[in-house]
């Protein structure tokens, strides 16, 4: 694990405590920050604390997510550690809401990042990864990090690798009729990028006069679970295919989160003033392999997005080593009072298996037609 720390829950009350006294420590100024040895592109200082804060969070919310794997008390995970710095950024920028005046999200199972950014509460990943029928997502019927929240526009994560890219071109499709400059946005691996539905989301999104306000992005790791990526492409950048249907497009090193929020806001920007759609592949880092099928431990010799960026921040004279290291202990302590909690809860009964199903047919069993 990153951080080694040693924090006892300390209940319910103590542990909302420590998290008002975090967000103080993160939010002090909206100062422009430009320091010689560091570029942070023009951000303000507010920005930057509070895009590690919710890296900080999202981390200790991932590596939380596995232990309770690793202690038998889950059947799998899967999810975004080493994604931050591309998922915050893009959950800070989006008009979140619901609705077709807000944006619209399409993502995959490496979202947790952006899920936090957008508000995700530690406890609701969590009952979603101990299959509780608490979880707000699936009532504990699907995957870790398999989110659903229509409150924020956010579509359910499937399984299918890539139905989300088409899926995604129908939200933007209404919001383009809506003409409300709200935008959709889809998520997803490089080597799903294979499937033909991936293909499809490029012309549709891209039929001239018809063009579509999507962010299609790809967050490039170098791997499909065991198959990388120069086994798998001919092309040398999978933007690269988008320029071919004229979609604006360009490839970003998605372990930057200066770099991320720069072209996130330029390209979300450009969408909502054309209407039309724009490519991102972000350069991406798999930090705890691609699931617990193949051991969810941390690769050391990886770059560590969140690490990196909390050193940049030290030693640009902008956060401390004590104040970092109490950020760290708040989630942990946070992430430990939500396990106990989500452990008390109970998981879904037998007969709720048929809810949901179909539309307005709650208890649908098909043995009772
Ligand atoms: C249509 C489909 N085919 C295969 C799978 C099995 N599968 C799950 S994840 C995965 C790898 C996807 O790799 P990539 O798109 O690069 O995303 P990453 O997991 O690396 O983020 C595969 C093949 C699936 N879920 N759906």
Not at 176 to 181: F, I, L, P
Not at 258 to 283: C, D, H, N, W
Not at 319 to 327: F, P, Q
Request: net charge positive; glycine share 8%.
């Amino acid at each position: 694990m990153s951080k080694k720390t040693t924090v006892k829950a300390g209940g319910k009350a103590s542990a909302k405590k420590t998290l008002k006294s975090a967000a103080k420590t993160s939010v002090k100024t909206s100062k422009k920050v430009t320091t010689k040895k560091h570029d942070f592109g023009g951000l303000s200082e507010e920005i930057l604390l509070r895009m590690h804060d919710l890296m900080v969070k999202s981390r200790v919310l991932e590596e939380r997510l596995i232990k309770i794997y690793k202690a038998g008390e889950a059947y799998f995970w899967i999810g975004g550690p080493g994604e931050e710095a591309w998922g915050v950024p893009l959950g800070m920028l989006a008009r979140k809401g619901q609705g077709l005046e807000h944006d619209w999200f399409h993502l995959h199972y490496r979202c947790t990042p952006t899920m936090v950014a957008l508000g995700l509460n530690m406890i609701d990943s969590i009952r979603l990864m101990m299959n509780r029928a608490t979880d707000p997502s699936t009532g504990g019927r699907n995957f870790s990090s398999h989110y659903c929240f229509p409150q924020w526009n956010v579509a359910p994560v499937t399984s299918p690798l890539e139905v989300q890219y088409p899926i995604a071109c129908g939200t933007a499709h209404a919001q383009k009729r809506a003409g409300k400059k709200a935008l959709s946005i889809v998520t997803g691996g490089d080597a799903g990028t294979a499937e033909g539905d991936f293909a499809s989301c490029l012309v549709l999104a891209s039929r001239k006069g018809q063009e579509l306000p999507l962010l299609i992005t790809v967050q490039n790791n170098g791997y499909g679970i065991s198959t990388p990526y120069e086994g798998q492409h001919g092309e040398t950048h999978i933007a690269d295919r988008a320029r071919a249907f004229n979609i604006r497009s360009r490839v970003i090193n998605g372990n930057d989160p200066v770099e991320t929020y720069l072209a996130l806001q330029e390209e979300m920007e450009y969408i909502r003033k054309t209407g039309k759609p724009s490519f991102i592949e972000a350069m991406v880092t798999r930090l705890y392999g691609h699931s617990s099928a193949d051991g969810a431990n941390k690769k050391p010799q990886l770059f560590d997005p969140v690490l990196s960026f909390e050193k940049r921040l030290i030693d640009a004279g902008l956060l401390t080593e004590k104040a970092a290291k109490k950020i760290w202990e708040i989630y942990e302590t946070e992430g430990v009072v939500a396990q106990e909690q989500a452990r008390q809860e109970p998981v879904p009964t037998p007969e709720s298996v048929w809810d949901h199903v179909y539309v307005n047919n709650e208890n649908a069993d098909w043995r009772k037609f």
